[in-house]
């Protein structure tokens, strides 16, 4: 018999009690890009409960995204909003999805992140990243933002860490080793800096981060 989303609410429930259930299912988070990062990412908060997620992409899965990042063989070539939409409402049903196959501009971002509280940029490359914050942190006050900054390569995960660089902006990574930066991408250390930043997500949400 297939678990319905009644049920998982209610595991929920039992697992992190029925205020902080109640209160992850009431937020609402955008991940900007949906690689290694953000797909990463977008199943950790659904397992968590958090009940909205706004899922921004505007690729398609390709053969090479599959060493680290939530897609299968079978969605090669699907928009990565729409797969990442499939694959989450097999995990997680009861969360409220909304995807757009879009790049995020300046001209669009008010429409697409209006809904969040939390706005989580993963893209790849470093002039997206920042154009991101910048704009977010200039037009959007009201938001926490959470970036990353560093996670290639094969070094140590004890140097990813969450850095709180504005009283809005947290920062997860290891700070160097950037994505096409000539570092190889290893899944296990892109999902830690994505579990990083998706506990930071929940810490917000908990209101229990770090001054």
Do not use: W
């Amino acid at each position: 018999m297939k678990t319905g989303e009644k049920e998982l609410i209610e595991a929920l429930k039992k697992r992190h009690g029925e205020e902080l259930a109640g209160t992850f299912l009431e937020s609402s988070v955008a991940i900007c890009g949906l690689g290694g990062l953000g797909s990463n990412i977008a199943i950790a908060l659904a397992r968590s409960g958090v009940g909205r997620l706004i899922l921004i992409d505007f690729d398609r899965v390709d053969v090479s995204n599959l060493h680290r990042q939530q897609y299968k063989t079978s969605q090669v070539g699907m928009l990565k909003a729409e797969a990442l939409k499939e694959n989450l409402k097999e995990i997680a049903p009861f969360v409220k999805l909304e995807c757009y196959a879009e790049k995020v501009t300046e001209e669009n971002a008010a429409r697409l992140l209006e809904k969040a509280s939390i706005v989580i940029e993963a893209f790849d490359k470093a002039e997206e990243k920042a154009k991101l914050v910048n704009f977010a942190l200039e037009n959007m006050p009201d938001k926490i933002i959470i970036g990353g900054s560093g996670m290639a390569g094969g070094g140590s995960g004890n140097l990813i860490r969450v850095r709180r660089i504005r009283k809005n902006f947290y920062l997860c990574g290891d700070n160097k080793t950037e994505v096409g930066g000539g570092e190889r991408l290893f899944a296990p250390r892109v999902m830690m800096c994505a579990s990083l930043m998706a506990l930071t997500a929940l810490r917000i949400i908990m209101g229990e981060m770090e001054e």
